[in-house]
């Protein structure tokens, strides 16, 4: 069973792994950060050790979390002073065989979420996508992700790569197109409050509907007058052709 974790990174999802490994008891024993002041302030929280030299990392831990940008997983891991017992990334987009050089056991627990260090973390649902590179590892890695979700789900790599591109569309993206909407409010002097109940209302629906069958507005109704009127009303080139593209597809059906 894993009791002693240490994790290698300190951003945003390095301080929910730490917030959830210690609520369930679990250790955190080590804190890696190149920049030190980064390390202890996730170290301190918890009571674990910071470290900015990858030579100081303590070989007795049951786990290695590596939670950092996905650019600088290779050269990190580089870096290692000896190989590890068992080790995971977090990355959505980054094959599990990158880890097989520098672990003797490894896998992916991928956090399916949107987290930051300074939310609250209590009551936050957390998807987790595991995968081992045997049985025998990915029970293991099921146990440790079962402890602090209980939304753990045993994946394999083709289905992580689906879910981070069905996450960046559903979320990233969609998160770009409030940020227009709120744009457009604020030009217009409306207040953004008047638009909530719409988004919670699509979200609702989405949650026991195919999304395409509860698709609503003028592009799905074929009203090219409206369509066209609310194109030519956006000053923003760019914005105006993310409206054209997004209403021709829609109007073309699925």
């Given at each position: 069973m894993t009791e002693k974790v240490?994790?290698?990174?300190?951003?945003?999802?390095?301080?929910?792994?730490a917030y959830a490994i210690t609520c369930q008891g679990m250790k955190l024993q080590q804190v890696f950060s190149r920049q030190m002041e980064h390390a202890e302030s996730l170290a301190q929280k918890y009571k674990a050790s910071a470290i900015d030299d990858l030579s100081q990392l303590d070989s007795s831990a049951d786990l290695y979390i590596f939670s950092i940008k996905d650019d600088s997983l290779e050269d990190v891991?580089?870096?290692?002073?000896?190989?590890?017992?068992?080790?995971?990334?977090?990355?959505?987009?980054?094959s599990v065989s990158l880890l097989k050089d520098y672990a003797e056991n490894y896998g992916i627990v991928y956090p399916c979420q949107s987290l930051n260090k300074g939310m609250d973390f209590e009551g936050v649902e957390v998807p987790l996508c595991v995968e081992g590179n045997n049985a025998e590892t990915l029970g293991k890695l099921m146990e440790f992700a079962s402890r602090i979700s209980p939304l753990a789900k045993a994946v394999n790599e083709q289905q992580r790569f689906v879910l981070h591109r069905a996450a960046i569309f559903g979320c990233n993206f969609t998160n770009v197109m409030y940020g227009i909407a709120h744009d457009l409010m604020e030009e217009g002097s409306v207040d953004w409050q008047l638009l909530i109940p719409l988004l919670q209302n699509t979200l609702d629906k989405?949650?026991?509907?195919?999304?395409?069958?509860?698709?609503?507005?003028?592009?799905?109704?074929h009203d090219e007058n409206v369509v066209r009127f609310h194109e030519k009303a956006l000053k923003d080139d760019k914005i105006k052709e993310i409206y054209r593209l997004l209403s021709d597809y829609i109007g073309q059906g699925r």
């Open positions: 240490s994790i290698i990174g300190s951003g945003n999802i390095a301080h929910w792994m891991l580089k870096l290692l002073p000896f190989k590890l017992s068992l080790a995971v990334h977090t990355a959505g987009a980054l989405v949650k026991t509907n195919n999304p395409h069958d509860v698709q609503t507005g003028p592009a799905h109704r």
